[in-house]
């Protein structure tokens, strides 16, 4: 009996170390609502990222590849790995076209190491830009 | 934004005598050199592993042995990301080289230099913008944020602001 529950538990490592050398965990599922924006620039604070003032250079660090993320209503990041079925999540065609965008969506979340990942399952509203931040800062980087 | 991408040019011209991450300004930040498996962070995370690392479609991430799992979200060319400087060693170790940003927002990697184990040369972190010149024949490589056709075209259809019609002060 010892000796199955140890052939058990080998298959069970076996089977987490495939999935990319760790356990990969089981997501909750989630509603976000907030504003698609560059996670770079908004996490870092490097400059101010939100709304219509940042919106083309959100679309430049999408499209660059950088992670798109929404900052939710309630203050959090959410790094966005995967949209509606499709894993791209380098300049994903379905985020950089809606970059900017205030929009709720369902999925899954995951916690891991200070990061909040999200699969999002559906976009269930877009409200497009509705964060009119270029009458306070103008357009951010550069001021063009 | 100017005095950072002006640190940042400055370093990458340094970067073969330092070869060791340089300050960026950034609140939280950490130079950090370790050694990880760059990893398909999707494939980390939910299991959904294609053996290419999704084939620069996906974004990656650093695995150190201790378990922590660094997404690396920028690198030293302006607005781009780590994707063209990590795929070449998917599930493979490096010594990755950089800023940790200890931000309460996340946590993420700049990547500056990276070097393949056991003996691989070191890299500096800015082939997105090579890359991109190959890809797109006979446009300037320099600004090439401002020469993208899908960015040119997101950019024409919506404006600046992504807003059609809708004007800056």
Redesign the interface.
Known sequence: MRTFASLALGAALALAV?????Q??Q?KRVKVTGELID??C??????YARG??H???A???A?????V?IRGDDG??Y?I??VEGD??????PKL??I???TVSVDGDL?V??????L?VNQVADDK??VNLT??DY?????G? | MKRMILTMGLTALLAPAALAAEEWGIDGEKKARFEAKVVDILCVITGDCPKDCGAGKRQLGLLRDDGKLFPAAKNFDPFAGTTVELLPFCNKRVLADGLIIDSPKARLFALQFVRPLPDGKWRRADRFGKAWAKAHPGKPAGQWFRHDPLVKKIIGRDGKLGIPGLKAQ
Request: proline share 3%; glycine share 14%; net charge positive.
């Open positions: 495939s999935a990319g050398g760790t990969a965990a997501g996670t770079w908004y996490v870092t604070g490097i400059m219509t003032a919106h083309q250079c679309v430049w660090c499209v660059g590849g950088i992670p993320s959090k990041v790094m790995l995967k894993a791209t999540s380098v300049a994903a950089v076209t970059q900017s965008h995951y891991r190491d200070g990061v909040n990942y699969i497009g830009i270029h009458k103008g357009i951010v980087p550069f063009e």
